[in-house]
C-alpha cells in the first residue's frame, strides 16, 4: 500500500534520481549514432522540467511546448517509462537507469486492482518489461507475472479473445456485447513473456487463441483491418466489425494497420507457426502499397481529405520498427531486404527535419494523430511515437552491428 508518507518521499528520492539524470545522461560520449544521441538529448530537456514521478509525459499540442501529463492508470502511461530504458539501454548512464526505475515503479499500483481495459499490457510491458530486460530486477518480474495474470482474466473462452474495453465506449454495444480492438494484438506480448518465465501455460494459450480469432474475424478481404469487432459475449459469434478511431467502419485506420502488422510480427516470434508469418506479411503488404511516397501513412488510408489530411508519424515508427524485425523472420532474401529497405527509409524521414521536434518542442517527433474523430491530439507529439521511434533506431543498430561481425 501507499501511504502519503511513503508518497511523499518517493516524490523526493525521485527528484533527486531526476537531477541525477539530468547530469549524467550528458555524459554520453560523442558521436555514436545521431539520431539515438538525439533521443537523449530530447529526454534530458523533458527530464529536467519533470517534479515527480506521477507526472507521465503523453503528447504535447501542435503550437505548444508543454506536456501534457497523465496518471499510472493512463493507457500511455508505460511509453515514457519505457522510452527512458530504451535511452539507458543506449547511453547506458546511471542516471538514465534510476529515473526508468523510479518512473517504472511509479506503475506497480497497477497490478493491485482488476483490469479496467487490455491495456495494462502496454502499461506494464514497455515500461517495467523493458526494464527486466535489462536489469532482470526481481520486484519487475513479479509485477509482470501478477500483470499477465491480471490481463488474462478478461479473456472469454467463448469468444476467444480478450475484452479490450469493460465499459461502455461511445458507439461500441455495452453491457451485453464483447469486444476487440485491433490495439488489443500488442497486449499478448506480455502473455507470451509470462508463459515463458514462470507464469501459467494457459496465458500461452490465450495469446494464440486471440491471435487466431482476431485473424479470422478482424480483417477485410484485402488484409486491411477493422478497428472494432463486436461479438456476443454469450455466443462468442461475430456481431459487427467497426471503428472507433478510424475515419469509418470500412476504412483503414493507420495506427490500426499498425498495430496489426507489429502484432502479428510479434506474435509469429513466439510462435514460430507459419500460419502467423504468413498473415504479418499479408497485413504488411496492404499498408506499404497504399503509403504515400515519403512512407509516413495519412491518419486514416481513406481520409477523402488526402492530401491535406494530417499524418500519423506515430503508426510510422510502429511499423518500422515491426519491419526491422519481420525482415529479419522471413526466409524470401529479397522479400527481407525489401521490408529492411522500408523500415530503413521510414527512419529517414521520420529523422528528417520535417518529422524530428529539434528546438520545437522536448519530444523526439511531430505529426502524430491520437483520436482524430474526437479531436484529440490531431498533428502532435505524442510519446507512443517516440517510444517505437526509439525502439525502431536501437533495433536497427543491433541489426547494423549483426551484419558487420557476420
Ligand atoms: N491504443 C489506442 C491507440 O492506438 O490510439
Known sequence: ?????????????????????????????????????????????????????????????????????????????????????????????????????????????????????????????????????????????????????????????????????????????????????MDNMINLELLFWASKNGGSRSLYDIAVKHAETTMHNQFRPDYSSYHVVVYDTATGKRVKAITHQGLNDSSMWARGQAWAIYGYTMVYRETKEERFLDFAQKVTDIYLQRLPGDLIPYWDFDDPAIPDAPRDASAAAIVASALLELSTQVRDTAKAKAYRDKAEKMLQELSSEKYQSRDTNDAFLLHSTGHKPNGGEIDASIIYADYYYIEALLRLKKLQETNQSS
Open 1 to 181: 500500500m501507499y501511504t502519503m508518507k511513503s508518497i511523499r518521499s518517493y516524490i523526493i528520492v525521485a527528484g533527486a534520481i531526476l537531477m541525477i539524470a539530468g547530469c549524467n545522461a550528458t555524459k554520453k560520449e560523442e558521436g555514436g549514432d545521431a539520431n539515438l544521441n538525439y533521443c537523449v538529448t530530447q529526454v534530458e530537456k523533458t527530464l529536467s522540467g519533470l517534479h515527480n514521478t506521477h507526472q507521465l509525459p503523453r503528447s504535447i499540442a501542435n503550437g505548444s511546448t508543454q506536456w501534457r501529463f497523465v496518471g499510472y492508470r493512463d493507457w500511455t502511461s508505460g511509453f515514457w517509462p519505457g522510452t527512458l530504458w530504451y535511452t539507458y539501454e543506449y547511453a547506458k548512464t546511471g542516471g538514465l537507469k534510476a529515473a526508468a526505475d523510479s518512473f517504472s515503479q511509479a506503475l506497480y499500483p497497477l497490478v493491485d486492482s482488476a483490469a479496467i481495459d487490455h491495456d495494462l499490457g502496454f502499461q506494464v510491458f514497455c515500461s517495467i518489461g523493458n526494464g527486466y530486460r535489462l536489469t532482470q530486477n526481481a520486484a519487475y518480474k513479479n509485477i509482470l507475472l501478477r500483470a499477465a495474470d491480471t490481463l488474462s482474466k478478461l479473456f472469454n473462452p467463448k469468444v476467444g479473445t480478450i475484452l479490450s474495453w469493460p465499459r461502455e465506449v461511445p458507439g461500441v454495444d455495452w453491457p451485453l456485447r464483447h469486444n476487440t480492438i
